[in-house]
C-alpha cells in the first residue's frame, strides 16, 4: 500500500503525477482542518481530484490531535475522529478507513472502541498491532486470537478485527 498523510500540496503536485505515469494507486489520509488551510496545504477541490483519479481518500482526524491526550474528553475523541469522517462526507468522500495520527492511541481501549464505531477499518503505521492471524509479532509469541488480555490490554494481534467486527 502506498499512503500519504498531512494533506500537503506537493501530493497532488508531485506525487500524483508520478503514481499516474505507473498506474498505480494510494490512500491519502486527509486532515480536515488542514485542507484548504495554507498554500502547501491541499484544498478540498484537490481532494476531488484524487478521488477521481481513483485515489482512495482515508480520515487522519479533524486536528491531527494526539489521541492519548484526549482519553479524559470523550466529546474531544469523537469530535476528532467522527467529526473526521462527517467532515469528509460532507465533501463527498465516504471514509471507511482511519489512520491513527502519529501511531498514538490504537493500543488505548477507548480509543480504539471510539474509531470502530465510524470505521470499518483503522492503521497505525509503524505498530506491532496489525495481524490478521494468530502467529502474533515475531518477537513475541501470541497464540490467543481475542482482541483484549483477560486483564483487559489490547493483544498485540488482530486489531484489525475488532474494527471490522464491530460494524458486523
Not at 9 to 34: M, R
Not at 89 to 114: Q, R
Not at 123 to 129: E, I, N, T, V
Request: glycine share 10%; charged share 15%; with cysteine.
Amino acid at each position: 500500500m502506498i499512503g500519504f498523510d498531512g494533506s500537503y500540496k506537493s501530493q497532488i503536485l508531485y506525487a500524483k503525477p508520478i503514481l499516474d505515469k505507473y498506474g498505480f494507486k494510494a490512500s491519502f489520509f486527509e486532515v480536515c482542518t488542514w485542507i484548504g488551510k495554507t498554500k502547501d496545504r491541499q484544498t478540498w477541490q484537490d481532494i476531488a481530484a484524487l478521488q477521481r483519479g481513483g485515489m482512495d481518500i482515508k480520515s487522519h482526524t479533524m486536528t491531527h490531535a494526539h489521541l492519548p491526550t484526549l482519553l479524559s474528553s470523550p466529546s474531544q475523541l469523537i469530535y476528532e475522529i467522527g467529526g473526521s469522517k462527517q467532515c469528509l462526507a460532507n465533501h463527498g468522500v465516504n471514509a471507511t478507513i482511519f489512520g491513527y495520527p502519529l501511531n498514538l492511541g490504537s493500543d488505548k481501549p477507548s480509543i480504539v472502541n471510539v474509531v470502530a464505531k465510524y470505521y470499518n477499518l483503522a492503521g497505525s503505521g509503524s505498530a506491532p498491532l496489525m495481524f490478521l492471524n494468530c502467529n502474533g509479532y515475531l518477537k513475541q509469541s501470541q497464540n490467543n486470537c481475542g482482541t483484549y488480555s483477560a486483564n483487559g490490554l489490547l493483544m498485540q494481534i488482530d486489531m484489525i478485527s475488532r474494527v471490522i467486527a464491530s460494524d458486523m
